[in-house]
Every structure is written in structure tokens, then in C-alpha cells.
């Protein structure tokens, strides 16, 4: 199958991989050639930006996650119809998961799809050098194709003439832009990142700029030739779900507050059957109706702290839903949120729903990050005991006085003791700081919704009753 194609890597992380991508899919938009969009690894904010930049839900590739063969199909099944797709890449080039090689890294990935690379680089500096750097990058990996550069920061038009002399002289490598640094272009950034595109009020504005700045200073032309250059794709046989849960509504916490979802997590459940129905902790008084269980995931719940608290008619539905044993699953912002209370980076404390006997605390620095294996101690709402789930951790706060024996996971990876507790469980309540995928944790979404669908059924017959 024919599925044009550019990886967008970088030598390292800053480079500005993520504000060429989006100017580069704001570029393509406003030319009106279908763009579909993807990012390498466990990332919520750029495939936010990416939707808004393309017009069109963007995906994320992670093989650490998921296997080749799942993430080249997932990639398939986007890219199919798409004029071209554009794949953002995660760190430098061949950084992956710690002590694990390649793997989970854009190399790995645009193997995977194999998908031409074009390398970003931060031109600050060099001249003649330039080469031996992008030497190095083309020469480590002979099974990957890195097929132009992009030089970030030039000085000057001057600067970017020699060094498109030097690589394309020296190494026959296309230099596909030369980009001066522009001061009066900014991306506003938080402690996890980006500002995420839910809250970014200047980003339509941004976006414009980006793309004119593209449009002058990238050789387009150039790029889609090299996307057109991809070899084609075979299907992959992967079966399809099967929808074992129709009927199940699933609220689905969504808004400023709460948009960490992997949307092909999200497209999982939909596939095996599930109705999602959004809500919003900040503006909703209470639950969309008829829901069989409740699904927060991880965002800046710290940001919103006055709105969440003084939204008591909610929490307190979640707190009676949560008592009548309605499956609630919450990660990271959300295992926050449901806590008894959260004090923010000032100092200052506000109430959680309060079904997680702990306190939270915004920290100063980072308290982890990484990929993980969790080991489910004990059956719960996500599988039996002994199940090893994979998972991806990124947070600043920390839980206080949570008791040990209500530690969900034993974890492995990321920061931290080997085997350390995480996460509650009590009931149908899960919540944990974890991260899942549930497309690369189908086990794990199968049990989450069995759950929901007894739940379903048992009030089903209690109202008939």
C-alpha cells in the first residue's frame, strides 16, 4: 500500500522537532494536502497540538508499548487515504527506554514503518562540523534510512549557505531548510512540557506564524518527494476486537483539567464494544447519565485546583458511585484528583474527592519518569494478581500516608527501588500514577470493561426488581 511518509527526528531533545511539526502540518493544511499526524512514544500534549495544527486526530507509535507488528498496523490503518503522514519523533534519534537499546526509540519506529528519516539538528555553532555530526547520525544504524537535515538556529542566510555546501558537498545529504532563529515565535511551556493546546489561547496565531515560517524557509517540494520515495506496506494480520461490551457507557473525564488519553486507548474500548461519554470535573455538577463506570485520566489537575474543589456536587456523586461499587479507573491527575486533598506549588491545599485515603503534594522537581512494568499484587479491577501490565509514568506530585496495603502495583523501571509499591485499590476503585495503553493492555481492558458490564447488569435487575 502506498502510504507517503517522513519521520521528523532529532539529534537530541530541544532541537525544536515539535515546533517544525506543527508548522510543518499547518503548512501542508493550508496548501490543502491531508496530512495525518503521529508521535513516537508515551506523549499527550504534542498529539494535542498536532490535532489542531492538522485538523486531524494525531496517533501515537510506541514500541516499547506495543509490539512491531501492532505498532505498524496501527500506523497502516491511520495512514491509509492520508497524502502524506508526518511522524514526530521522541528525544534524539536513537534514545529509547533506558538500558534497552533501540527500543521504544524514533529509530526503532521509523524501521518499523520504514519510514524516510529527516534529521533536525541545532546548527548553533557549526560549520564544517555540521558534516562529521550528521556523518555520525546516518552511519550508526546502517538498516535506517536518514534521507535529509533540517539545520535549526542558523545565524544568518549566510550561515545556512555554507553549511547546505558542507553536507550536500561532503555527504550528497539534502538540506531541506535552514531555519534562523525566530525570537518573536514562542511556545509557552509548563513543568510537563508544552502548555497543552486546551488552554494555549494564542495557538491558532502561533500556528499561522510557524506555517508561514515554513513555507519560507523549508523546502517543501522537496520533503513531499522524499515521503513519495517510501517503499509500500503490507497489512498486517492482527484480528480485529471483538464487541463483547455493547451497552456499556463508560464516563470518560475530559476538559483543561483532564486530557491525558492515548486516543487509540480510548478507540480500543470503543472497538470492543464500549460507549464513551465525556464529562467535564470542572463545569459538570454530575455524571452524564446511565454510565456503567468512570475513567479520569492524568492532565493538570494542579492548574484548576479552586474549580475542582468548589465543585462538590460531582465529587460527591463520584464518592456515592464509588461506594455502590461503580468501577472507577483513575491515572496520575485523576488518582490526584480522587485523593483527599492536593496542595499545589504556593502551598496551598484544596479538597479531592477524597475516595483515596491520601494527601498530595505538588513537588519542586520531578518525581518520575520512565516506562514501567507493573505487577498487580492482588486482583482488581484491571486483572487477576501476578498480571504484569506496561506503563509510563511522568509526574511531580507525590501521595502521603497511603497505606502500603493498598499498593496496587509493584513496579519495574523507570526512577526508583526495583519492586517499589504504587498505586490504591479498594473495591472497584484503581488508581495509580501509571500510565496504560489499553490497545497494548488488552487484558487489562477487558477486565475494566467485564466490570462495568456487571455493574450494568446488576443495577440493570435492580431496577426491574
Not at 27 to 42: D, E, L, S, T
Not at 188 to 202: D, F, S
Not at 416 to 439: D, M, N, P, T, W
Request: a neutral charge; glycine letters at 12%.
Amino acid at each position: 500500500m502506498k502510504t507517503p511518509r517522513i519521520v521528523l527526528a532529532g539529534t537530541h531533545s530541544g532541537v525544536g522537532k515539535t515546533t517544525l511539526t506543527l508548522g510543518l502540518l499547518a503548512a501542508f493544511r493550508r496548501r490543502g494536502i491531508k496530512v495525518q499526524p503521529f508521535k513516537v512514544g508515551p506523549d499527550y500534549i504534542d498529539p494535542g497540538l498536532h490535532e489542531v495544527a492538522a485538523g486531524v486526530t494525531s496517533h501515537n507509535l510506541d514500541s516499547w508499548m506495543g509490539s512491531p507488528e501492532e505498532v505498524r498496523e496501527l500506523f497502516i490503518r491511520r495512514a491509509k487515504g492520508m497524502e502524506i503522514s508526518l511522524v514526530e519523533g521522541v528525544m534524539g534519534l536513537f534514545d529509547g527506554a533506558r538500558g534497552q537499546g533501540e527500543r521504544g526509540s524514533t529509530a526503532q519506529v521509523a524501521k518499523i514503518i520504514q519510514g524516510p528519516v529527516v534529521l533536525v539538528f541545532s546548527a548553533q555553532g557549526l560549520a564544517r562540523s555540521a558534516a562529521a555530526l550528521i556523518n555520525g547520525y546516518r552511519n550508526f544504524d546502517p538498516n535506517l534510512q536518514v534521507s535529509g537535515v533540517i539545520a535549526n538556529g542558523v545565524g544568518s542566510e549566510r550561515h545556512g549557505q555554507f553549511i547546505k555546501e558542507v553536507l550536500e558537498g561532503e555527504l550528497g545529504i539534502p538540506l531541506l531548510g535552514a531555519l534562523v532563529k525566530q525570537r518573536d515565535i514562542v511556545m509557552p511551556q509548563r513543568h510537563l512540557g508544552l502548555l497543552p493546546a486546551a488552554e494555549n489561547q494564542g495557538l491558532d496565531q502561533t500556528l499561522a506564524a510557524l506555517a508561514q515560517l515554513v513555507e519560507e524557509q523549508i523546502d517543501m517540494e522537496c520533503l513531499l518527494n522524499l515521503a513519495q520515495q517510501a517503499p509500500e506496506l503490507t497489512d498486517c494480520k492482527i484480528l480485529p476486537a471483538v464487541q463483547s461490551f455493547n451497552g456499556v457507557r463508560l464516563a470518560v473525564a475530559r476538559d483543561e483539567a483532564f486530557n491525558f488519553y492515548y486516543q487509540d486507548s480510548l478507540d480500543y474500548l470503543v472497538e470492543l464494544g464500549a460507549e464513551l461519554v465525556f464529562f467535564s470535573p470542572l463545569r459538570d455538577t454530575k455524571l452524564p447519565s446511565d454510565v456503567d463506570g468512570i475513567y479520569i485520566g492524568g492532565g493538570f489537575p494542579e492548574q484548576f485546583l479552586p474549580m475542582l474543589a468548589a465543585n462538590q456536587l460531582l465529587k460527591q456523586e463520584i464518592v456515592d458511585r464509588g461506594q455502590q461499587s461503580m468501577p472507577i479507573y483513575a491515572e496520575c491527575g485523576g488518582f490526584m484528583y480522587l485523593c483527599e486533598s492536593i496542595t499545589n506549588l504556593a502551598g496551598q491545599s484544596f479538597t479531592g474527592v477524597g475516595l483515596v485515603p491520601s494527601q498530595v503534594k505538588m513537588g519542586q522537581r520531578l518525581a518520575a519518569l520512565g516506562y514501567v512494568q507493573a505487577r498487580l499484587t492482588k486482583t482488581s479491577l484491571l486483572g487477576e494478581a501476578g498480571m504484569v501490565l506496561k506503563g509510563h509514568e511522568f509526574h511531580w506530585s507525590t501521595m502521603e500516608d497511603l497505606p502500603a496495603a493498598t499498593n496496587i502495583y509493584q513496579l519495574t523501571g523507570g526512577r526508583g527501588e526495583e519492586g517499589r509499591g504504587e498505586g490504591y485499590a479498594s473495591k472497584q476503585i484503581l488508581a495509580s500514577y501509571v500510565h496504560l495503553h489499553f490497545r497494548y493492555n488488552p487484558r487489562a481492558a477487558h477486565y475494566f470493561l467485564t466490570a462495568c458490564q456487571k455493574y450494568r447488569t446488576g443495577r440493570v435487575n435492580h431496577a426491574r426488581a
